[in-house]
């Protein structure tokens, strides 16, 4: 089975690594990868770009595309999350003539921080395990999607130009 599936695996990788579908992939790749689900998307970029050279840019800026779309996605949800609880807890404060509140003083200082940085804090949404929910928590805080996109898409670019470069440097 292994001899069968090698020389389609090949196939499928070459067919990836040509221009005109590297991009999509990169770009697909990379909006996932910004969504809350784990997959990293640098592995692809760099080997569009070490298999295609003169697509240098052109890679860096598609994948901060599609990660910045990933980020604002990860926004909407956040915010969507919030509106969807503050519908449930008015409900429920109705229902029971009590209101909830959040009592983790840990969770406080950090949601403390994100509103005192403000959209700012998107710079930092590069960061592996913690840049793909700052992007949910700052939907969530429901600060502004427009600067929000703006440092998550600097913060990104940054990444990938440093990321890929040390890594075409390295191998």
Same mark, same amino acid.
């Given at each position: ?7 389609h ?31 990293? @998307? ?15 840019? /052109? ?14 996605? @990860? ?20 229902? @029971?003539?009590?209101? @909830? ?32 929910p700052?992007?949910?928590? /700052? ?10 996109a ?22």
């Open positions: 089975m292994e001899n069968w599936l090698t020389p695996i090949t196939q499928l990788l070459a067919w990836l690594a040509f221009p005109e579908h590297g991009l999509s992939t990169v770009f697909i790749i990379s909006f996932i990868s910004a969504t809350l689900l784990p997959l990293g @998307s640098e592995p692809a970029v760099f080997g569009l770009i070490k298999l295609n050279p003169d697509l240098f840019w /052109a890679a860096i800026l598609v994948a901060t595309t599609g990660n910045t779309l990933g980020g604002m996605v @990860s926004w909407w949800m956040g915010y969507g999350t919030h509106q969807a609880l503050d519908l449930v807890r008015k409900r429920q404060a109705a229902a @029971s003539g009590a209101s @909830s509140t959040l009592s983790d003083a840990l969770h406080i200082r950090a949601i403390q921080w994100l509103e005192k940085l403000g959209p700012k804090a998107c710079l930092l949404s590069w960061l592996p395990g913690v840049g793909d700052l992007c949910a928590v /700052a939907g969530w805080l429901k600060m502004p999607l427009g600067p929000c703006i440092y998550m898409a600097i913060g990104k670019f940054l990444r990938y130009v440093v990321m890929t470069s040390l890594l075409l440097w390295v191998f």
